[in-house]
């Protein structure tokens, strides 16, 4: 479950290397294949297709998706944590806490005047829409949805916090990775700089302004 939720798709082998690589025993694929099947057979959240064992989130197009995600990952390196933080994702509504995910909370908090229980919530939804790659203005819609209103100012602050954060978050398309860490940024401690590689300079501005990113949120 934790390595669906980190990578939404991965391969049988990758899976048992894996937990061989973290576990004192090992595992074979028949062993493998016992306990996936009893799982499935329990609705647990992924399914066995071929060699893949897939999440089902991609079922609400007959995983249709999962050949074009295997492809955007290619070649990339794949994000292994220790076992420790690895486990934590098996619990679907986990997001690793960064300095990013702590400058969006404090400025809903304080802001937006969120409660403990709806920014949670809230927070959770943003982070599913970013690990799919939602688009910026279906990011802005939960805040809709959550019967936020944002004034012009707010907006422009979020969209620059939600641009940071979805470049600090781990993708399914980059094998658990953030788009910050391939692109071969060191990792920040602190403030984020709100100078993204993820996002052009000279970039249609996310937030939907119709300026430049230079010229908008990436002041």
Partial sequence: MAAINLYGVIAKDDLLKIFNMQNRLALNEEELDLVLLR?????????????????????????????????????????????????????????????YTQELEQYLRTSCHLDTQRLSELMIELHYAIVLEAPMQRLLNLFVEYGIELSAGELHTISKL??????????????????????????VVGR???KSKKIGRNDPCPCGSGKKYKRCCGR
């Fill in 192 to 194: 984020a700089d709100h």
């Fill in 39 to 99: 799982q499935i057979a329990q609705e647990c959240g992924y399914v066995l297709l071929g060699t893949e064992i897939a999440s089902e989130a991609f079922s609400y197009n007959q995983y249709r998706d999962i050949p074009d995600l295997l492809a955007r990952g290619g070649n990339k390196p794949r994000y292994i944590p220790t076992k420790t933080e690895f486990l934590k994702y098996a619990n679907s509504d986990y997001y690793e806490p960064t300095a």
């Fill in 162 to 187: 939600l641009v940071e954060l979805s470049n600090h978050t781990r993708l399914w398309s980059n094998n658990g990775h953030t788009p910050s860490e391939l692109a071969g940024r060191p990792p």
